[in-house]
């Protein structure tokens, strides 16, 4: 298990891990839209992939947040990854197997980003379990950061590998990435989760009604939620 007597830095372990993650999700969407355009000459098929990448995961957050106050965070960003890289990996055996299937890549990206809903919570609420209130803001900042790297830097890195390399070997890569994001998780001690009491007594459905109720009456955090979705 990896130990460290500074809270902060065993947490920069895990963002660097979550941000190699991050961008190999953007570099396979990205590659794959460029592949489906040069495939077949649609538009349509770059868009809808682009749906199947990032849908799943915006959908099904809020059943993650309910998750990841229940159980142990570090355990749902290893299946997250890991299921992540299972999704990007049925989507370069069906390239070999069935090459003129498109929905086969929808399916896989759409696998992928199914398990993203599972992992992204987690990773945001591991926050309050690894350091002080103080650095809340700090880490929270390099989250948006690696957020945001699928979709400003992960471009530019594809467009440069997809010239090279084909579009398996693209995705391979993606899948180390996920990999490495899920030995960082590995490597931290196990995380004691503190839950309030309400929320032990609480059942899921009545924890995920409560969040619905808390954002819909605060109309500044809906709108911003509106806006960024």
């Known amino acids: ?18 941000l190699l993650s991050k961008l190999g999700s953007g570099i396979s969407a990205f590659a794959l839209g460029v592949y489906l355009y040069q495939k077949s ?64 890549i929808y399916l896989g990206v759409a696998i ?8 992204s919570p987690a990773f945001k609420a591991l926050i309050t379990d ?24 992960a471009p530019v890195i594809a467009a440069v590998l997809i010239s090279r390399i084909s579009i398996s070997f693209v995705l391979a890569i993606d899948v180390l990435t996920f990999v490495g994001a899920a030995l960082t998780a590995v490597r931290i001690s196990k995380i004691a989760i503190q839950r309030r009491n309400n929320l032990l007594m609480e059942s899921f459905s009545d924890g995920l009604a409560c969040g619905i ?5 605060n109309r500044f955090i809906f709108n911003l939620m509106w806006l960024t979705s």
């Open 1 to 18: 298990m990896y130990r460290s007597t500074d809270p902060f830095r065993l947490f920069l372990v895990v963002w660097a891990g979550q």
């Open 41 to 104: 000459g649609s538009s349509s098929s770059y868009s809808f992939l682009l749906l199947c990448a990032f849908m799943p995961s915006i959908i099904l957050a809020p059943l993650g947040g309910v998750l990841a106050d229940r159980v142990d965070r570090r355990l749902m960003m290893i299946v997250g990854d890991i299921g992540s890289a299972t999704g990007i990996i049925f989507t370069i055996v069906m390239l070999q197997v069935l090459p003129d299937r498109d929905w086969t």
């Open 112 to 119: 992928s980003s199914l398990f993203v809903s599972i992992h």
């Open 130 to 153: 690894l350091l002080d209130e103080k650095e809340y803001a700090k880490a929270s900042g390099l989250i948006q950061l690696a957020e945001a790297s699928r979709y400003l830097f």
């Open 213 to 217: 109720r808390y954002i819909l009456a």
